[in-house]
């Protein structure tokens, strides 16, 4: 019963310790306003920010947000472009703010991937925040749900290439130990922007038990308002982690 979260004595709810985001829509938010597409990433960076605000505000441990999945690759040749360039920018512009605010900058996802010079901002903004102390913020950049199964079996296989790993040691402690977000609280809630209702290899293993909200909002409009009815849908929420209502209703009381 690992994964269930410490109740609020005030409200005798839960407060979600780490959010998870799919930021979609940027395309047809721009599209709408007759704008190129990549007039929506750049106002996604606004939501970016306000996101980041509440996320602080409310004392959310793990803000987790996809930016890029592994897929996105497919996209024409001059959206990717820019988002790697928006990437570089954004990275240049915000770090210093993020640090002052004592927010600890992760970047998960493939990395080997990005030019030299997207690589070095990276590394030298986790550097930066890596003893912060406040929000933990990680962007999921060329990140894909089934490239982090894969990535964490590899790390198995080369130990027990080894010898220091027998099949036996495999627990589902352990294979979560090798994934990304590992060292974090779970994900308690899932937030997808712009109206889709799937996953689109986001975080697999990690979302088993978390809450799932879905909003028409497309990502460049998602601001405070957004947010909180998010969280408050996950308030309104009853989860159960395979237990019965009425077993989680009297845990419920206890822990008040
Ligand atoms: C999400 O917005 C941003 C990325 C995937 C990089 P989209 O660009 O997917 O926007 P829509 O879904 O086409 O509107
Ligand atoms: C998911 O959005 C990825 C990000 C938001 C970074 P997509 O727009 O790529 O998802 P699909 O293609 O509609 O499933
Ligand atoms: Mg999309």
Redesign the pocket.
């Known amino acids: 019963m690992s994964q269930i979260p410490a109740v609020d004595a005030a409200s005798g709810k839960a407060s979600p310790r780490h959010i998870a985001i799919?930021?979609?829509g940027n395309g047809r938010w721009a599209e709408s306003r007759g704008k190129a597409r990549i007039m929506g990433h750049k106002q996604g960076v606004e939501a970016v920010r306000e996101t980041v605000r509440c996320a602080t505000r409310l004392g959310v441990e793990a803000l987790t947000l996809?930016?890029?999945?592994s897929?996105?690759w497919r996209r024409p040749e001059e959206e990717v472009n820019f988002l790697m360039e928006l990437f570089l920018l954004v990275l240049g512009r915000e770090v210093k703010k993020l640090h002052k605010n004592n927010i600890k900058l992760r970047v998960i996802g493939d990395c080997s991937a990005f030019s030299a010079r997207l690589k070095k901002k990276i590394d030298e903004a986790q550097a930066l925040t890596a003893d912060n102390t406040g929000l933990v913020l990680n962007v999921a950049a060329n990140y894909g749900g089934r490239w982090d199964i894969v990535q964490a079996t590899r790390q198995l296989v080369e130990q027990a290439v080894q010898g220091e790993l027998q099949s036996s040691d495999i627990t589902e402690d352990f294979f979560a130990k090798q994934l990304c977000l590992a060292e974090l609280p779970a994900v308690d809630l899932m937030i997808r922007t712009?109206g889709?209702h799937?996953i689109?290899n986001?975080l697999l293993w990690q979302l088993a038990y978390a809450e799932l909200y879905f909003t028409d909002t497309l990502w460049p409009d998602f601001g405070e308002q957004a947010f909180s009815e998010a969280v408050a849908a996950f308030l309104s929420r009853e989860r159960r982690f395979g237990c019965t209502g009425a077993q989680v209703r009297a845990w419920m009381n206890e822990s008040k």
């Open positions: 799919i930021m979609d996809f930016a890029f999945s897929e996105n712009g889709d799937r689109s986001f």
